[in-house]
T-cell receptor, first 114, second 114 residues
Framework: SQKIEQNSEALNIQEGKTATLTCNYT??????LQWYRQDPGRGPVFLLL?????KEKRKERLKVTFDTTLKQSLFHITASQPADSATYLCALDIGAYNTDKLIFGTGTRLQVFP | NAGVMQNPRHLVRRRGQEARLRCSPMKGHSHVYWYRQLPEEGLKFMVY????????ESGMPKERFSAEFPKEGPSILRIQQVVRGDSAAYFC????????????FGPGTRLTVL
């Protein structure tokens, strides 16, 4: 069956350090993978999208890698700040051609302390 | 440009009543998605619609749930004869008419069934 795994335990790191979150999947061959941020009581907010033919994508302090052989994506936040504290979700597209159906992981809660 | 709008933000229903959740996509977006999120669980895909068409409803329960996205007006997720297990946060997302795009989420409707 289709499965996406993210670290279920919260990740606690000190301000200024790099946070690394993991997303592993099985039984998919996604065309792309996305990362979202979700704050309590709010809807997810899109952060980054990486396609299957891309190894790495960067946006400001964020970096995403995508290894289709390992079926894994890593999400990095460099120089982390307390404002980065949130739950981070990875999502894979599993739709057939011309559909954009996403499957989400359960998310990893990141806590950045001063 | 206003974001995705959902209303109501909170909805309380008694068992057996009907719940109607509304979603207005971002201007220019023709794709609408509905997700359900239970406490401590990830977002679960329910249905993907384009104007006047249901593209993929594979995540919708077979009974009591229906969705529509009419030519004019918001998308509606309708739950008939609600049960306690329907209590959850329901999120709507929209995307523009090109594939492999990020989805823009609304703030969600929190449904509580008494």
């Amino acid at each position: 069956s289709q499965k996406i795994e993210q670290n279920s335990e919260a990740l606690n790191i000190q301000e200024g350090k790099t946070a690394t979150l993991t997303c592993n999947y099985t039984n998919y061959s996604p065309a792309y993978l996305q990362w979202y941020r979700q704050d309590p009581g709010r809807g997810p907010v899109f952060l980054l999208l990486i396609r299957e033919n891309e190894k790495e994508k960067r946006k400001e302090r964020l970096k995403v890698t995508f290894d289709t052989t390992l079926k894994q994506s890593l999400f990095h936040i460099t120089a982390s700040q307390p404002a980065d504290s949130a739950t981070y979700l990875c999502a894979l597209d599993i739709g057939a051609y011309n559909t954009d159906k996403l499957i989400f992981g359960t998310g990893t809660r990141l806590q950045v302390f001063p | 440009n206003a974001g995705v709008m959902q209303n109501p933000r909170h909805l309380v229903r008694r068992r057996g009543q009907e719940a109607r959740l509304r979603c207005s996509p971002m201007k220019g977006h023709s794709h609408v998605y509905w997700y359900r999120q239970l406490p401590e669980e990830g977002l679960k895909f329910m249905v993907y619609l384009q104007k006047e068409n249901i593209i993929d409803e594979s995540g919708m329960p077979k009974e009591r749930f229906s969705a529509e996205f009419p030519k004019e007006g918001p998308s509606i997720l309708r739950i008939q004869q609600v049960v306690r297990g329907d209590s959850a946060a329901y999120f709507c997302a929209s995307s523009p008419p090109l594939h492999y795009n990020e989805q823009f989420f609304g703030p969600g409707t929190r449904l509580t069934v008494l």
